[in-house]
């Protein structure tokens, strides 16, 4: 018998009850203050950000720039307008560019996060770690966007090691004379 019906709640039960806290938790966050009980940025995701992600360590764009291939570069900016299906792929609005060799998250910044969105940036940079176990994971998406805040701060709380933020993201590298490349977005 499985702990769940030991303790007499139904898979539904408990679904239906994560989505009720998660639903509360965006609305207590939206109700009460810019953000949430653990210090995420719930609301308004641009603004000037005035505080670091800690334990996630902010990047230079000189450094970012000097990378190039020896990083893992996670964008993080939402998809306007697009729609998921229920395999997780995305049918996209319009067209979105980063920077050259990086992977793009949709909605990982978000509070609260979508747990299957989380779980397949997470996997991925589980995944990249074991072959690069000292290389920088590089989390952006636009100048004055909170949501690479959240995500790198995010990830670097939850124990992954090497994680930072790069504040000035796309408009940034953009700025710096750097091309920039198509991209889908990474199936959850």
Known sequence: MSD???TGLSRR???AGAALLAVLARDA?????????????????????????DPAARMAMATALALGADG????VLPAEGAVRDADGHWSLAEPHETIPGALWFPETGRVPVDPALWRALAEHVAAWRRDHPHG?????CRADCWMSWNAARRLARAGVAGVFWLPEG?????????ALVGVTPQSS
């Not at 109700?31 to 670091?52: K, M, N, S």
């Not at 893992?72 to 964008?75: A, G, P, R, T, V």
């Not at 920088?136 to 952006?140: A, C, D, E, H, K």
């Open 29 to 53: 966050c939206a109700r009460d203050a810019l953000f949430d009980a653990e210090g995420y940025r719930c609301a308004r995701y641009r603004a000037v950000i005035d505080r670091l992600p």
């Open 136 to 140: 920088p994971i590089v989390v952006f």
């Open 72 to 75: 893992l570069f996670l964008d």
């Open 4 to 6: 769940l019906h030991k």
């Open 13 to 15: 039960a408990v679904i």
């Open 170 to 178: 796309i408009d940034g590298w953009h700025d710096a004379g750097r």
